[in-house]
């Protein structure tokens, strides 16, 4: 009987009563759970990472053809007008791709077909009045004598429209946690405007307008694998699923904020391309848009990963994962940051002159203030994605007014006495500001989170 009892006893624990697994085993499923889960994000973030290095690469590239073959007078008029084009963007990323990458995710995640269908048929609205808007100030320019500025404009009239298509429907994707459509549309963009863009190089056909012909070309090309990829029209044909009313006051509640921040965002980074020229001259936009080119990969790599991370957080703040989840991100963040950081500084020389062929060596050694620009940048980005997912814009927004004052005043001033330098010094100044406030706004949500408990007991 005793010899029965000690081999029960030293019998090991596979099971426990009606063969349920023990804690050992629920452990073992746990810990493949969660591997399962990091690989599939790692792959997710791959293919974003995929994503927008192709469209920042084809992007990069041409501005290289540009920057290369254009005077710095007409390659600045092209930065004035592109960064003019980019608050359009700014509005139409506001109103439609950010709001779709929460409620995408949530509210009308079963009935997304329907739901981004009603955003396609509000981009053509919306990029109708800007085209408009864009094609008058290049005829006014024209007609007043400023001929590169005024060509400027009407080519990104017409390709505007393509091109922002292409932003929201690459959004989608994010949103539907297929990064790897994205990626495939991002192939197709990199081989036809890359490849276009040299055909017209070698004809003597390269120029501001038929650069940014191309550029809508490859753009349209894009979207029509996109909406195929996602099974939506690209014109917005809509079944009814969804509420109208409900969408467009959904995207105006959140897109209010988004909006008031992406204008503020133009104003801190955008407005040294409109007061430069007043005293260093369009060639000098140049040379600031060309220096800008340089950390743009990185730059571009980071706001993928930023807008992937949305969907992410949301999940994270429904399991409580969050306040844990954020500085793992920005560290991470920061590593490769400031790895780039020390590679422009280190060999600014020979980038600049490899790159540009000699025409803006002179300026090669403020690379060492550019390059602190995505350690910045990345920080923010990251905080940025927090507060969306806590559907907290207006938080947002209030960061970016502070980054916008500090630019108009002393960014503009430091513009004024060291030209291209000044204006970067004044963007990192600002970038610096932006991270703080959003830092200290997140750390309030974290502390009034954790105290909510504690009060809900001692109610």
């Known amino acids: ?60 590239a041409v501005n290289l053809l540009l920057a290369r073959w254009l005077s710095p007078q007409e390659y600045g008029g092209f930065a004035s007008a592109y960064a003019v084009f980019l608050l359009l963007g700014m509005a139409h990323t506001a109103l439609l791709t950010e709001p779709m990458l929460v409620f995408g995710s949530g509210k009308y995640a079963s009935r ?22 864009l094609a008058c100030a290049g005829l006014a320019l ?3 004598g400023v001929v590169l500025l005024g060509k400027a404009f009407l080519g990104l ?21 297929r990064p790897e459509w994205a990626a495939t549309a991002g192939g197709l963009y990199f081989a036809l405007l890359v490849s276009g863009t040299y055909l017209l ?25 996109l909406s195929h990829r996602l099974r939506v029209s690209p014109v917005g044909r809509t079944r009814g699923a969804v509420p109208r009313d409900e969408v467009v006051a959904d995207h105006w509640t959140y897109g209010r904020w988004a909006l008031g921040s992406s204008g503020l965002s133009w104003v801190s980074e955008g407005v040294y391309y409109v007061v430069l020229p007043i005293w260093g001259g369009l060639a000098a936009s140049g040379a600031l848009k060309a220096l800008t080119n340089l950390i743009m990969p990185v730059a571009q790599a980071q706001s993928a990963l930023s807008i992937l991370m949305v969907p992410g957080f949301v999940r994270a703040r429904r399991e409580g994962r969050m306040r844990h989840l954020v500085p793992v991100v920005m560290g991470l963040f920061a590593v490769g940051a400031a790895s780039y950081w020390v590679c422009l500084g280190v060999w600014h020389r020979e980038i600049v002159h490899w790159i ?3 025409q803006y060596d002179g300026y090669s050694a403020l690379l060492w203030v550019f390059g602190v620009l995505p350690l910045l940048g990345g920080m ?5 994605a927090v507060l969306r997912a806590l559907e907290r814009p207006d938080l947002i927004c209030r960061g970016y007014a502070g980054a916008a ?9 430091l513009t004024a006495v060291w030209r291209v330098g000044g204006a970067a010094l004044g963007y990192a100044c600002s970038l610096a500001l932006l991270g703080g406030i959003l830092w200290l706004s997140f750390a309030k949500l974290s502390a009034a989170a954790r105290a909510e408990p504690v009060q809900s007991v001692e109610s």
């Open 380 to 384: 923010s980005d990251v905080l940025v």
């Open 112 to 133: 997304f077909s329907d739901y981004l269908a009603l955003l396609l048929r509000a981009h053509w609205l919306l990029m109708g009045a800007g085209s408009l808007l």
């Open 1 to 60: 009987m005793l010899r029965t009892v000690a081999r029960v006893r030293s019998a090991p624990r596979t099971a426990g009563i009606s063969g349920q697994p023990t804690t050992t085993t629920r452990d073992e499923q746990r810990r493949s759970r969660v591997r399962a889960e990091v690989i599939r994000w790692v792959n997710r973030g791959f293919w974003a990472v995929m994503d927008q290095g192709l469209f920042a690469l084809s992007n990069f």
């Open 157 to 177: 009239a017409a390709a505007a429209p393509f091109v922002l298509l292409t932003w929201l429907l690459r959004r989608a994707c994010f949103v539907r946690l």
């Open 142 to 144: 024209w007609g007043a």
């Open 201 to 225: 190089y070698r004809r003597g056909d390269l120029s501001v307008i038929t650069a940014l012909a191309m550029l809508g070309l490859a753009s349209l090309v894009a979207s029509l694998w």
């Open 405 to 413: 004052a500090l630019a108009v005043s002393v960014g503009i001033a």
């Open 356 to 358: 540009y062929g000699g």
